[in-house]
């Protein structure tokens, strides 16, 4: 019983953080009036794609949790989520699209390194994390376009 309370533990606390801080930095009109690339997806999409991707984060930190709470694969994801939590309040609350492509730079190279630490001890936890690297990826080339067009 212990485990899944970790587990809903964990779910609360990335879902839990990732709304919160998404609500407390909606996009409002400072970034409607944004020059956006062709390839920018609607603001509709945002929402359930990171609702999925923040419970299979969540799940990752579990499974690494349950192996090594303590162990280095757990202070890379402690720091990936640390960067992804304040990753919006760079871009959309200071609006400094710049700092936030430092960032998510930063992100991407954390969750690239969690995969790799997770891979020889847990494949799963790896996996949970790859949909998450192409998103970030594809949000790292749409943040410098952003920055670069503004």
Known sequence: MHRYL?????????????TVIGLMTLPGGWYAGLAKPPFNPPNWIFAPVWTLLYIMVA???WR?????????????????LALNF???????GA??????LAIVTALLAAIL?????????????ALLFVPYAAWVAFATVLNGAIWHLN
């Open 6 to 18: 970790a587990l809903a533990i964990f779910i609360a606390l990335v879902l839990g953080g990732g």
């Open 113 to 125: 390194a969690f995969i790799v630490a997770s891979w020889p001890r847990d494949r799963a936890a």
């Open 59 to 61: 799940v990752a930190g």
């Open 64 to 80: 690494t949790w349950q192996r090594g709470p303590r162990s280095a694969t757990m202070t890379v994801w402690f720091v990936q």
């Open 86 to 92: 304040i990753w919006s309040p760079a871009f959309f």
């Open 95 to 100: 609006h400094r699209p710049g700092a936030a």
